[in-house]
């Protein structure tokens, strides 16, 4: 018996929009119709391509990319193989709707680069990297405690404080995800006060990279130690034979 | 007509009922997939005490016989509804709710929990039987011995009179109401080992997210009304441990432990130096009750 919890999802503490993990994801609308094709980077090091078909008739209003299969950490990534055998990665998507890249398990790290397969390679369309009005960035923050988060590129600061869970009397869901706008003065709200599993999405008006950072550690009212490595049954079978042949 | 007539007073025939009463027991295990949980069971059980009464009906009635679990085990596993972080609405769309959603990050699981109900008493209301007398011959005879050798060969035939069962009624079990507390605090246990690793903020966000315990149980087994009654339901109904009891019971006294039994041919004179034993064939027995004995009446044969 088993209850399968990513460690990733309680031991990355930060975030990071230009180096995606298991707790943000990056939403990008493309309204041209076309083919697009996205590099998919952990790093430097370039992990993973996929295509993107953006098409009026399509009735697909959300592609969800799975960085984490793309990238080959979680299981194989399902293939839109077309009946020509093409067996590329392949993502159809309505050009009103959106394409939600995610990180479904493992340490993350990634961010994508798209561009228009027709045009000059080098024309870089979207980079995940430096987001715009046209993305919105969703974090959400599971350590509780004070946080900075900062603009990279604009140099914008702000505070967020995500408060410790209380066990209550009924079960703890939480809230709908704050807002957040990204302007080149400032974040608005410029303190953002979580509480625990909520969200956040921030919206941009500027170009952003979004950084968040641990300043003060929240642990509670209770301070519980950290988790103790159970025993292993060799550890205390040793023990056992130490302590009978102290005793004969 | 009848050439032997044999008789057991009220009080003589209790003695031999409480001997067949004490030789009962029974042990079962069995496990079931329920769809939204999966149970299992191990239970060892005898029987205890009973007031008898004998009918001028020719039947025979036992109230109130305890059933005594010395052991009664189960487990109840479920899986831990899916805790999730992320699936909110990104993208409202105002026709139906929301146009672009964000993968939820889900965990959960399988957990079980084990309770134990050991020495709990429940009860046997009501049997009503009438007696069956059965002619055995020992399977373990060798074949085609007569039956003469077979008595020589320690398998004898045998008139076994049994209790015939009309009805037998088993009580539902009476599980106490503290069952619910011993259930949540099993499933707290189990999920808190399974926790083990968690730091402690991540422990309390989960179990702020579970919420109470008992929630989460009677939720998760879709259990209405009283945690005791849902036990009691899912031993004695949904395994049916009652129909057991009672089968086993029925089966017991009517072809497993006779009351009474006689060998045939009946012994009258032993065997003494080269003169054989004196035996009488027993034909045509029948047992009857009324309200003071019981009689076994029998024709001896050739």
């Known amino acids: ?248 | 007509m009848n050439h032997i007539t044999l008789a057991a007073s009220g009080k003589a025939f209790g003695k031999l009922f409480d001997t067949v009463i004490d030789n009962f027991s029974l042990s079962k295990s069995d496990s079931k997939n329920f769809g939204p949980f999966s149970a299992s069971y191990s239970v060892k059980l005898h029987l205890d005490d009973g007031s008898l009464t004998l009918n001028d009906d020719n039947t025979l009635e036992v109230k109130n016989v305890d059933v005594v679990f010395d052991t009664l085990k189960a487990q109840v596993c479920f899986d831990l509804p899916g805790i999730c972080v992320g699936g909110w609405c990104i993208i409202p769309d105002p026709w139906n709710g929301c146009l672009v959603s964000l993968p939820k990050v889900c965990i959960g699981g399988p957990v079980c929990a084990d309770f134990d109900l050991s020495g709990l008493v429940s009860n046997i209301s009501d049997v009503k039987a009438n007696l069956a007398p059965k002619y055995y011959i020992d399977p373990a005879r060798v074949a085609g011995e007569s039956d003469l050798d077979a008595e020589y060969g320690g398998h004898p035939n045998k008139w076994k009179i049994f209790i015939n069962p009309i009805w037998v009624h088993a009580d539902p079990i009476d599980i106490p109401e503290t069952v619910g507390n011993i259930l949540e605090q099993a499933v707290k246990s189990a999920i808190d080992d399974e926790l083990w690793f968690l730091p402690g903020f991540m422990k309390d966000l989960i179990w702020a997210i579970i919420g109470p315990v008992i929630d989460l149980i009677t939720s998760a087994l879709g259990i209405v009304g009283e945690i005791s009654d849902w036990v009691s339901n899912l031993l004695g109904n949904l395994f049916d441990l009652l129909g057991l009891i009672e089968t086993a019971i029925s089966d017991y006294f009517a072809s497993k432990y006779p009351i009474y039994e006689f060998e045939d041919p009946y012994p009258i004179l032993p065997k003494s130096g080269v003169l054989i034993p004196v035996k009488i064939p027993i034909r045509n027995l029948t047992a009857k009750i009324n309200s003071k004995e019981m009689t076994v009446q029998a024709e001896v044969g050739t």
Do not use: W
């Not at chain 1, 990534?77 to 590329?88: E, F, H, I």
């Not at chain 1, 919206?203 to 300043?215: D, N």
């Open chain 1, 1 to 248: 018996m088993t209850i399968p919890i990513d460690q990733n999802i309680f031991s990355q503490i930060g975030l990071d929009s230009g180096s995606l993990t298991i707790l943000g994801a990056i939403i990008h609308s493309f309204p041209e119709p076309g083919e697009y094709r996205g590099v998919l980077y952990r790093g430097t090091e370039i992990v993973g391509a996929f295509y993107i078909t953006v098409e009026k008739n399509s009735p697909v209003a959300q592609a969800n990319v799975d960085l984490a299969k793309l990238g080959g950490v979680m299981a194989e990534p399902s293939k839109c193989s077309p009946d020509n055998g093409d067996s590329r990665i392949h993502f159809v998507v309505n050009p009103k709707g959106y394409v939600v890249f995610h990180v479904s398990g493992g340490s993350g790290g990634y961010h994508v680069s798209v561009e228009k397969v027709e045009e000059d390679p080098r024309k870089n369309l979207f980079n995940s990297s430096k987001l715009d009005e046209r993305d919105i960035f969703s974090a959400i923050i599971i350590r509780p405690g004070t946080y900075s988060v900062t603009n990279l590129l604009t140099k914008t600061k702000g505070d967020i404080v995500v408060a410790y869970p209380k066990i209550g009397k009924v079960a703890y869901r939480p809230p709908s995800p704050v807002r957040v706008e990204c302007s080149r003065e400032a974040f608005e709200p410029n303190r953002i006060e979580l509480q625990p599993g909520q969200g956040m999405l921030y919206h941009f008006k500027a170009p952003s990279h979004i950084k968040i950072e641990l300043l003060k550690p929240d642990d509670g009212p209770n301070i519980r130690s950290e988790p103790v490595k159970r025993p292993s049954v060799v550890l205390q079978q040793k023990e056992q034979a130490q302590n009978l042949s102290k005793k004969s």
